[in-house]
C-alpha cells in the first residue's frame, strides 16, 4: 500500500520503484525514467495497459519542460554538459513520437550541435 500512495501520481505510467529497507521498515522512492517523465509532460489521460494496446504519443512539448526533464536526469546522463543530456531527452522524444515546440525532435538536436539553439548550462 505504501508503494500505491507514492505512484499514485503516475497512474497509467511505467516506472521504477526503489524499495529502501531500514530496520524492516520498506520506504518506496520513484525513480523516474526519461520516457516517464515526458509522457507525464504529455498530459494524457491514464489508460489500462492490459486492455489499451499500440497507443501513439503525438503530443507536443515546449523546449523548456525538455530542458527541465533533463535537469531531473542529469544524475542517470553519461554526458558532459547540460546540452548533452537534453539531446538525449530529445532522442527519447524521437522514439517515443512527440515533437517538441512544434518540431521534429531530430531538427531541435541539429541546431543544437549546430549552435542555432544555446542551452543554460544548469
Given amino acids: 500500500e505504501d508503494i500505491q500512495k507514492a505512484t499514485m501520481d503516475w497512474k497509467g505510467i511505467k516506472v521504477t520503484v526503489k524499495l529502501s529497507v531500514v530496520n524492516r521498515v520498506a520506504t518506496p522512492s520513484i525513480i523516474p525514467t526519461a520516457?516517464?517523465?515526458?509522457?507525464?509532460e504529455l498530459k494524457e489521460t491514464p489508460r489500462d495497459r492490459k486492455k489499451v494496446k499500440n497507443v501513439v504519443h503525438?503530443?507536443?512539448?515546449?523546449?523548456?519542460?525538455v530542458i527541465e526533464i533533463a535537469r531531473v536526469m542529469r544524475f542517470k546522463s553519461?554526458?558532459?554538459k547540460?546540452?548533452?543530456t537534453v539531446k538525449e531527452i530529445l532522442g527519447t522524444c524521437f522514439s517515443?513520437?512527440?515533437?517538441?515546440?512544434?518540431?521534429?525532435?531530430?531538427?531541435?538536436q541539429k541546431e543544437i550541435e549546430e549552435g542555432e539553439i544555446t542551452i543554460p548550462e544548469e
Fill in 35 to 40: 520516457s516517464a517523465l515526458i509522457m507525464r
Fill in 78 to 80: 553519461m554526458a558532459k
Fill in 82 to 84: 547540460l546540452s548533452g
Fill in 58 to 65: 503525438n503530443g507536443n512539448i515546449t523546449l523548456d519542460s
Fill in 96 to 108: 517515443i513520437g512527440c515533437s517538441v515546440n512544434g518540431q521534429s525532435p531530430h531538427d531541435l
